[in-house]
């Protein structure tokens, strides 16, 4: 199954590669997945809406619980074609907390906050539940489940691949040299 295939890729894309300049692809989410749920009863509980109520055309109810979509063989098929240096899955938690996992020491991943469309939902999670920008990229995967990296040089050519195979993908960020104290991952 998914876990095992890329289980099995990931034991070969350790990170260790990852150097400064790097590009961080993302693939957009399709909801919170199992992210952050407990915030997310507890902005229910406070909101109270209707969950069956029409929320961008479906019941708010199936959308806070889409379930996760399966990217696997776009992703397989990649990681047959280039180099994927990194490849981070963004579950039991969001961005900032995920991306780390797979960067060697001394480097760091930027994101950019405006280089994917954030799904409706974390849009009205942040707003019922007044949840801080920081907060959202540390709790939710707000509209990106998997992350490669991979060389500057190979990003157009997995963009375009990952596209053609019929995946939304996204050029979401770049890795830096770390400076002392700095976050490992940071939304900007």
Known sequence: GFGVAVAEQSKIIDGSKIKPGDVLIG??????????????????????PDLGADFHGRPLA??????????VKPLLALMRALPVKGLAH?????????????????????????AWPRPPLFDWLQREGNVADAEMHRVFNCGIVMVLI?????????????REAGEAAYRIGVIRARKAGEAQTRVV
Request: hydrophobic residues 40%; negative net charge; charged residues 20%.
């Open 27 to 48: 693939l957009p989410s399709s909801g919170p997945h199992s992210n952050g749920y407990s915030l997310v009863r507890k902005i229910l509980d406070r909101a109270r």
């Open 62 to 71: 199936e959308v806070l619980l889409e379930p996760t979509r399966i990217y």
């Open 90 to 114: 963004v579950t039991g938690g969001g961005l900032v907390e995920n991306v780390p996992r797979v960067l060697p020491e001394g480097l760091a991943a930027v994101l950019e906050a405006r």
């Open 150 to 162: 991979v060389a500057p040089e190979h990003a157009d050519a997995a963009l375009t691949q990952l």
